[in-house]
């Protein structure tokens, strides 16, 4: 490090390797909210269908409380 002068190019270098990094790390969240997008449209369906099967089925016990 006590080696390393700070010039324009050496600061232009620096720049693009944290460019590099900032657009690797870009990717990656963009992978990884695409992941967890998929799993609450998941978890959704799921309770949605749940409650789907549970409204069903208290409607038909109540049809058979009223028969």
Do not use: P, W
């Not at 232009?12 to 390797?17: K, P, Q, T």
């Amino acid at each position: 490090m006590s080696d390393d002068r700070r010039t324009v190019a050496s600061a232009h270098s620096r720049v693009d390797a944290l460019e590099k990094e900032i657009v690797e790390l870009k990717t990656t969240m963009k992978i990884q909210l695409k992941d967890l997008f998929g799993r609450v449209k998941l978890i959704q369906n799921i309770i949605l269908s749940a409650s789907g099967a549970m409204i069903l089925m208290l409607v038909s016990i109540l049809m058979k409380m009223s028969s």
